[in-house]
Nanobody
Framework: QVQLMESGGGLVQAGGSLRLSCSAS????????MDWYRQVPGKQRELVAS???????NYADSAKGRFTISRDNAKHTVSLQMNDLKPEDTAVYYC??????????WGPGTQVTVSS
């Protein structure tokens, strides 16, 4: 059973930084791509960044130049460093194994709130 736990969210002023972390278990972490999504109430979940098992990364246009995704296969963690945060980055952030399907593929998320 896949288990995901996000952490590191909080309240920050615009221009500030946060580092999100996600610990994963129940999957062969090193070969799985991992994604970070975010969601605001009333909107669809948005893919923010992804990283393959070999470390190839991809970012949404809104995240390019400000966010950095990384992974530690030994620790089964994936991180998202977020710099120069903007109020529009306010959302609940989730990590997600790229190829995983189903409700178990989502953790509780971590709230990020950016004040102007």
């Amino acid at each position: 059973q896949v288990q995901l736990m996000e952490s590191g969210g909080g309240l920050v002023q615009a221009g500030g930084s946060l580092r999100l972390s996600c610990s994963a278990s129940g999957l062969i972490f090193s070969i799985n791509g991992m994604d970070w999504y975010r969601q605001v109430p009333g909107k669809q979940r948005e893919l923010v960044a992804s990283i393959t098992g070999r470390g190839r990364v991809n970012y949404a246009d809104s995240a390019k130049g400000r966010f950095t995704i990384s992974r530690d296969n030994a620790k089964h963690t994936v991180s998202l460093q977020m710099n120069d945060l903007k109020p529009e980055d306010t959302a609940v952030y989730y990590c997600h194994p790229t190829a995983c399907i189903g409700a178990e593929c989502w953790g509780p998320g971590t709230q990020v709130t950016v004040s102007s």
